[in-house]
Structures are given as structure tokens and as C-alpha cells.
């Protein structure tokens, strides 16, 4: 079992409708990431919060809106989607904030923008 | 710039069958770190080894390899005697102080072990 919980698993939504993905670990990580991952292609860093504080955005649009809320969870409030944005939503963590710590990857979550 | 290239795309091979998974990485910098992922049909990445620039000794889990070798920029995965289970997407990734958190995923290997 993964010690990355997300939630939700799978989900669909409207162009016009306003959804969260939740993300939460345990481990005492100090950094939190959220990755997009299109069918057959590696992951895509989107954000990054070390010590609760965003630290990177790799210029995403304004329609993903991330929240770390604490050092335990992390969230991904989603606003007027386009259906190109559907794909999968992995949350990692890592134990330290440097290049070198491996990161910890969530189940992820089936994001269908329709 | 960084890059990590998995020239093989998708790998099938037969339960017993040992496989080699390549990984040719590309940087600049001195200091860099290597790692190799799991990704399996649920969908999560699982950390399977980190190797750092400095050290190029070979190392070995159960059935798990990997050969490291600076002079060729390689970094590959071997699995000795491949089970169903083993089936999975594999990304080799490179990590640098010039990349700040960013890992650099090659395009992964699709790895089917058939029974």
C-alpha cells in the first residue's frame, strides 16, 4: 500500500464545474508535489510546497489552483477544466527539500474533464 | 540541459527470461542523482533506487540490478528471472543542482512479462 493517499480516485467533470484533489501523507515529508500524467508519457511536474510554502509553478494555468493546507496534506482545487486537461494527477512527497530525495508517489487520480 | 533516453519503448519477454532495461542520461553538472520508478497498471510511481554521481558501484536487489558507468552515461536495469509481476512501465529519472526538485523522466519502457 502506498503511504501517499489520494482522493478521489477517478473523476469526471464539467468544463463549469469546481472540484479538489486531495492528497495526504504521514511520513513527516517536508516537500509536496503535484505531477500530471498524460497517457503513455512520463510525468509532468505542475507544483511544488516545501515546508508548506509553494516553491515552484511550473507555469500552470490559472485554472489549477494548489493548497497546503498543513505539512500533511495537499490539494488541487480545479476550475473551468478543459477536456485536454484530463489525465492523471499524481501527488508525491519527499522526506527532504533537495534534488536528491526520492519521491513517494500517490495512486494518483483519473481526472475526465468532459 | 538535461535529458534521460529509454530507447526502448516497449520490452516482452517470457516468465524466467532475464531483461535489461537501458537508460542514457545527459548533463552538465558533476553532482547528480539517478533513479529508477516503477509504475505499475494502478497507476502509482514506486521509488525502486537512487545513485548518486559518485558512486558507480553496481548494486543488487533480490532479483533487482543496475549498472552504473559514468564513461558511457549509462545507468541500466537488469531483472533476473522476470515474473508477471514485474510488468510495468519503468522511468529512469536525473536530478541535479542546475534541475532545483525537477526530475528529468526519460519516456519510460513498457516492460510485459508474459506466463
Known amino acids: 500500500d502506498t503511504e501517499v493517499t489520494q482522493t478521489p480516485k477517478h473523476l469526471v467533470m464539467g468544463m463549469t464545474n469546481k472540484k479538489s484533489l486531495k492528497c495526504e501523507q504521514h511520513?513527516?515529508?517536508?516537500?509536496m508535489y503535484w505531477y500530471k500524467q498524460k497517457a503513455k508519457k512520463p510525468p509532468e511536474l505542475m507544483f511544488v510546497?516545501?515546508?508548506?510554502?509553494?516553491?515552484i509553478n511550473e507555469s500552470v494555468p490559472s485554472r489549477f489552483s494548489p493548497e497546503c493546507p498543513n505539512s500533511s496534506l495537499l490539494n488541487l482545487h480545479l476550475h473551468a477544466l478543459q477536456p485536454e486537461d484530463s489525465a492523471l494527477y499524481l501527488c508525491?512527497?519527499?522526506?527532504?527539500?533537495?534534488?536528491?530525495?526520492?519521491?513517494?508517489f500517490g495512486n494518483g487520480t483519473r481526472l475526465t474533464v468532459t | 540541459a538535461q535529458k534521460v533516453t529509454q530507447a526502448q519503448t516497449e520490452i516482452s519477454v517470457v516468465e524466467k527470461e532475464d531483461v535489461t532495461l537501458d537508460c542514457v542520461y545527459e548533463?552538465?553538472?558533476?553532482?547528480?542523482?539517478l533513479f529508477w520508478y516503477k509504475q505499475p497498471p494502478s497507476g502509482e510511481l514506486v521509488f525502486l533506487i537512487r545513485r548518486n554521481s559518485f558512486d558507480e558501484q553496481n548494486e543488487i536487489s533480490g532479483r533487482y540490478s543496475w549498472n552504473f558507468q559514468k564513461s558511457t552515461s549509462s545507468f541500466n536495469f537488469t531483472i533476473t528471472a522476470s515474473q508477471v509481476v514485474d510488468s510495468a512501465v519503468y522511468f529512469c529519472a536525473l536530478t541535479s543542482g542546475g534541475s532545483n526538485y525537477k526530475l528529468t523522466f526519460g519516456k519510460g519502457t513498457l516492460l510485459t512479462v508474459n506466463p
Open positions: 548533463t552538465r553538472d558533476t553532482t547528480y542523482y
Open positions: 510546497y516545501s515546508y508548506e510554502k509553494l516553491s
Open positions: 511520513m513527516g515529508h517536508r516537500a
Open positions: 508525491a512527497s519527499s522526506l527532504g527539500t533537495g534534488y536528491n530525495s526520492p519521491l513517494h
